[in-house]
């Protein structure tokens, strides 16, 4: 089945560093991804989503990227600090409404 | 405020009973999630609800049960079939229409076989 993948499985970066998570997903007709952030014992929280006719938006201190040639996303978290510490996964939707798939989670470990 | 309320927070099962995790949200979202997660892990659908009296089977919905008879409510019962059920239980809700499709999520019930 379809299925959203992560490169890596953990990253560890200085406080201050920019911090870049990257994301594979599978199929072509996905239409909408979001990044979560789940602190340990937490439920994940939302963080940021794109649609599939965008390819960059910026938040706060975020910035998710989506090449859809290479079905490619990334997180990326600008003078990453101690707090953003946690398991970050993707996630992928098909068709307005449906069910968002997944992916297996990076955990983001900030050293000081 | 609005949001989706997990309880309890952690729950203790003796082999052979079955728990009843709840869940419950004010955000008015037609759609109701219950996801799996065990150490290390990503996230499993076990059941979802997306209009009151009715409700789909997710991948690892065996040993599970659920009910939505409100649309504020989707408790999830982990019966005695469920042989491996330790694990972190997340309840999620999302709207179906109209703009963000992100779900929220709840805080988590941690159940523990002792």
């Known amino acids: 089945g379809e299925s959203v993948g992560l490169h890596l499985p953990t990253l560890s970066v200085q406080e201050g560093d920019n911090s870049i998570i990257n994301c594979a997903y599978s199929n072509s007709a996905s239409d909408y991804f979001i990044w979560y952030k789940q602190e340990s014992g937490k439920g994940p929280q939302f963080i940021i989503d794109?649609?599939?006719?965008?390819d960059k938006r910026q938040g706060q201190r975020v910035t998710v990227l989506l090449n859809k040639t290479v079905k490619h996303l990334s997180l990326q978290i600008a003078a990453t600090q101690p707090g953003d510490s946690a398991v970050y996964f993707c996630a992928e939707s098909i068709n307005q409404g449906g069910k968002l798939i997944f992916g297996q989670g990076t955990e983001l470990s900030v050293k000081p | 405020d609005g949001g989706i309320t997990q309880s309890p927070k952690y729950l203790f099962r003796k082999e052979g009973q079955n728990v009843t995790l709840s869940c419950e949200q004010n955000?008015?979202?037609?759609?109701m999630y219950w996801y799996r997660q065990d150490p290390g892990q990503g996230l499993r659908l076990i059941y979802y609800?997306?209009?009151?009296?009715?409700?789909q089977k997710g991948d690892i919905a065996e040993g599970y049960s659920v009910s939505r008879e409100k649309k504020e409510s989707f408790p999830l019962t982990v019966t005695s079939a469920q042989k491996n059920p330790t694990a972190f239980y997340l309840c999620?809700?999302?709207?179906?229409?109209?703009?963000?499709?992100?779900?929220?999520f709840g805080s988590g019930t941690r159940l523990t076989v002792v």
């Open positions: 955000l008015n979202h037609d759609a």
């Open positions: 999620a809700s999302s709207i179906l229409k109209g703009g963000n499709y992100g779900y929220t």
């Open positions: 609800s997306q209009i009151v009296n009715d409700f």
């Open positions: 794109i649609r599939s006719n965008m």
